[in-house]
C-alpha cells in the first residue's frame, strides 16, 4: 500500500515537474506592464534623488534607489510639445507640434501614437489627467479608457467643475481633490485588468500653476512644498498598490517631467546650493533637463546612475521594444531604444540629444550644446551654467565639438548653424 503510494506521488511530481517549466515560460514570456508617470512643470531641482535643497520626495527617490536614475534625461521646454514628443516618438519639426497652440496640427491620419502601437501587442490602455494640449479625445489615439481634465492646477470644484470619463461629462463633487479622483480611477483600471498587460499614460496635475492647498496643507504653510509632497504622496501610494496585487516585478514604472521647473519657484529653489540655469519655456539647461526613473524590479539594476542622454522621442521605441510590438511601418522615428539600459546591459547610446521650441533649436551632449545661431557653448559646469565659446575660437575640443554638433544638425534640420537668426531664450 505504502509503495503503490509512493510510486503515485513520484508520478504525480514528476507530472508536475514537466508541466511546471511551460507555465512558468508563459508567465514569464508576458510582457510586462507599463505605468507611465508625467508629472508637470518641475525639473531635477524639485526632488531630493537629484539633489534639490528645498523639496523632499521620499516616495519618488524610493523608486530610483530600487531603480535606475537616468542623468542626461531632455526634454521640450513646454508641456504640449513635449507630450506630443513622448506618444509619436517624433521631433516637432516632424509633427508640426512646435508650440502649446499648435497641437492643432497633430491627427490619427497623420500621426500614430504609443497606444495604438501597444494594444496590436494585447495591451489595454488608459490615459489618466491631462490632455489639454492635444487634439480630439485620448480615445481617438488608442486608448481604450481615459479620464481627462481640462487643464492643470485646477484640483477643486471651484476651478474645475466638470472632467470627462470615456466620452461623459462628470461633475467634481464639492471637497473633492480631483488628483484624487484620477488615481481612484487609475487604481480601479489597474484592478479590473491585473490579468493582462496594461499600460499607463498617467499625466499627473502636479506641480503646475495655479498651486493651490492640497488636502494635506496646513494654515500658513508653503503650498508649492505642499504640491510636491503630495505628488510624491500619490507616486507612493500607487506603488504601494501595485505591490498589494502582486504586479511589481511584471510592472515597468517610468517616472519623469514634462519640462523645467516654472519660472516662479525656479527662482527659490536650489540644487546642491546652486540655482538651475533657466526654467521652463527656456532653452537653457533648466528648461530641457529633467528627471528621469525607471523601476523594475528584478530587471532594472537597483540602486544605480545611467549617464547616456536620452531625450523625449526615445520612450516610444523604448517602451513598443519592452513590450515586444513593432515600429509602424512608413513612419521616421526619431528615437533611440535604451530599453537595454533598462535592463542592465550597455546598449547604443545616444551621442547628442535634440531639443526645439517655436522655432529654437539646439544638438547636445554632456559637454558642449550648439544652438541654431551656431553660438557654441561649454557645459562642463551644467545644469548650473552654460559658458559660450568666443566665435572663431581655435580651441581643439571646442572646433571638434562644433563638428561633431553641427554636420548632424544640418543633417537632421537641413539648415546648418547659424543659417538662421536663433530667437533669443
Known amino acids: 500500500m505504502i509503495a503503490r503510494y509512493l510510486r503515485t506521488l513520484v508520478g504525480l511530481i514528476a507530472s508536475i515537474a514537466l508541466i511546471a517549466p511551460s507555465s512558468i515560460g508563459a ?28 523639496m523632499k520626495t521620499p516616495n519618488i527617490d524610493a523608486l530610483a534607489r530600487s531603480g535606475l536614475r537616468f542623468e542626461y534625461s531632455y526634454s521640450t521646454p513646454l508641456c504640449g510639445p513635449s507630450r506630443s514628443q ?40 488608459a490615459q489618466v489627467g491631462k490632455w489639454n494640449q492635444l487634439p480630439l479625445q485620448p480615445s481617438d489615439w488608442g486608448f481604450d479608457e481615459y479620464l481627462r481634465f481640462p487643464g492643470s492646477g485646477r484640483y477643486w470644484n471651484k476651478r474645475t467643475p466638470q472632467y470627462r470619463v470615456n466620452n461623459q461629462m462628470k461633475s467634481l463633487p464639492p471637497g473633492v481633490y480631483l488628483p484624487d479622483v484620477m488615481h481612484d480611477f487609475l487604481v480601479d483600471f489597474i484592478r ?7 499600460y499607463v499614460h498617467y499625466a499627473m496635475s502636479h ?10 496643507s ?11 509632497a503630495y505628488m510624491d504622496k500619490l507616486v507612493g501610494k500607487l506603488v504601494t498598490e501595485i505591490d498589494r496585487l502582486g504586479l511589481r516585478e511584471r510592472t515597468l514604472i517610468v517616472f519623469v517631467t514634462d519640462n523645467g521647473t516654472a519660472r516662479g519657484p525656479a527662482q527659490r529653489l536650489t540644487l546642491r546650493g546652486r540655482h538651475i540655469d533657466g526654467a521652463k519655456n527656456t532653452m537653457a539647461e533648466g528648461g530641457s533637463r529633467v528627471p528621469l526613473i525607471v523601476n523594475w524590479k528584478g530587471t532594472t539594476p537597483a540602486g544605480q546612475v545611467c549617464h547616456d542622454l536620452t531625450d523625449f522621442s526615445d520612450f516610444f521605441p523604448t517602451l513598443v521594444q519592452i513590450a515586444g510590438a513593432k515600429i509602424p511601418d512608413g513612419v521616421k522615428i526619431d528615437g533611440h531604444s535604451f530599453a537595454p539600459q533598462i535592463r542592465g546591459q550597455p546598449g547604443t547610446p545616444r551621442d547628442w540629444v535634440y531639443v526645439e521650441l517655436e522655432g529654437r533649436h539646439y544638438l547636445a551632449n554632456k559637454r558642449w550644446k550648439l544652438n541654431a545661431a551656431g553660438e557654441l557653448f561649454d557645459m562642463r559646469d551644467a545644469p548650473f551654467r552654460q559658458i559660450p565659446v568666443p566665435p572663431g575660437s ?17 543633417q537632421l534640420t537641413g539648415k546648418a548653424p547659424g543659417a538662421g537668426a536663433e530667437p533669443p531664450p
Open 27 to 54: 508567465a514569464d514570456n508576458r510582457p510586462p506592464n507599463i505605468i507611465f508617470i508625467l508629472a508637470d512643470d518641475l525639473g531635477l531641482d524639485g526632488f531630493s534623488c537629484y539633489g534639490a535643497d528645498q
Open 86 to 125: 513622448i506618444l509619436t516618438g517624433r521631433y516637432p519639426f516632424r509633427t508640426g507640434m512646435t508650440s502649446n497652440g499648435t497641437g492643432h496640427v497633430l491627427s490619427p491620419s497623420k500621426e500614430i501614437m504609443l497606444p495604438r502601437v501597444l494594444k496590436q501587442a494585447g495591451y489595454v490602455t
Open 192 to 198: 479590473r485588468n491585473k490579468d493582462k498587460p496594461f
Open 207 to 216: 506641480v503646475h500653476n495655479p498651486i493651490v492647498r492640497t488636502p494635506d
Open 218 to 228: 496646513r494654515p500658513g504653510s508653503d503650498l508649492f512644498a505642499d504640491n510636491v
Open 394 to 410: 581655435k580651441d581643439e575640443a571646442a572646433v571638434a565639438a562644433r563638428r561633431q554638433l553641427g554636420e548632424p544638425m544640418t
